[in-house]
T-cell receptor, first 113, second 113 residues
Framework: GAVVSQHPSWVICKSGTSVKIECRSL??????MFWYRQFPKQSLMLMAT?????????EQGVEKDKFLINHASLTLSTLTVTSAHPEDSSFYIC?????????FGPGTRLTVL | DAKTTQPPSMDCAEGRAANLPCNHS???????VYWYRQIHSQGPQYIIH???NNETNEMASLIITEDRKSSTLILPHATLRDTAVYYC??????????????FGGGTRVLVKP
């Protein structure tokens, strides 16, 4: 399967700061990628879909000004959580679409104090 | 995309076959059945997918009933490392939909020695 990396794997920050999470596909190029988040003991929830070179499409209830997505190239996408608050603490997971299949990164655990 | 129903949890014996059921009675003709699993604190891992024929790969086998209203994922020889949450997802391969996946609750599989 395809290889997707995320950085950092975990981050702890103070309330009010911004956090950037990187997602890279290591062995293929993808025009479409996805950002999910997962709260404890819950399933993954899609946050947004992004296509390289264009603006991301956000799911209902996800604030686009708070969760900034930059799909800079076919192998890199970033998610910036701006002015993070404790309720943003979650497990953030990216995925790249390759053909008919999505391949997921290992996830980034964000803890906001 | 069609909704799926999976048992919330099941135990399996190490070394034995694990049979994971999934109901998708409202599946449409152009919808595929996908299986992913998520080991604790990791991103989801693609296992297998199919349309109507049974499929097999190095990880598992997928058996889809003739009416396509249900399917079974078979792990032929379960190991302790197969302990994970297994997600059955039904989705159509429509480019306009952007290859989105909608995760349900999944089945929490515990492989016991």
């Amino acid at each position: 399967g395809a290889v997707v990396s995320q950085h950092p794997s975990w981050v702890i920050c103070k309330s009010g700061t911004s956090v950037k999470i990187e997602c890279r596909s290591l062995d293929f190029q993808a025009t479409t990628m996805f950002w999910y988040r997962q709260f404890p003991k819950q399933s993954l929830m899609l946050m947004a879909t992004s296509n390289e070179g264009s603006k991301a499409t956000y799911e209902q209830g996800v604030e686009k000004d708070k969760f900034l997505i930059n799909h800079a190239s076919l192998t890199l996408s970033t998610l910036t959580v701006t002015s993070a608050h404790p309720e943003d603490s979650s497990f953030y997971i990216c995925s790249f679409s390759r053909g008919d299949t999505q391949y997921f990164g290992p996830g980034t655990r964000l803890t906001v104090l | 995309d069609a909704k799926t129903t999976q048992p919330p949890s099941m135990d399996c014996a190490e070394g034995r076959a694990a049979n994971l059921p999934c109901n998708h009675s409202t599946i449409s003709g152009n919808e595929y059945v996908y299986w992913y699993r998520q080991i604790h604190s990791q991103g989801p891992q693609y296992i297998i997918h199919g349309l109507k024929n049974n499929e097999t790969n190095e990880m598992a086998s997928l058996i889809i009933t003739e009416d396509r209203k249900s399917s079974t994922l078979i792990l032929p020889h379960a190991t302790l490392r197969d302990t994970a949450v297994y997600y059955c997802i039904v989705r159509a391969l429509i480019k306009a939909a952007g290859n989105k996946l909608t995760f349900g609750g999944g089945t929490r599989v515990l492989v016991k020695p």
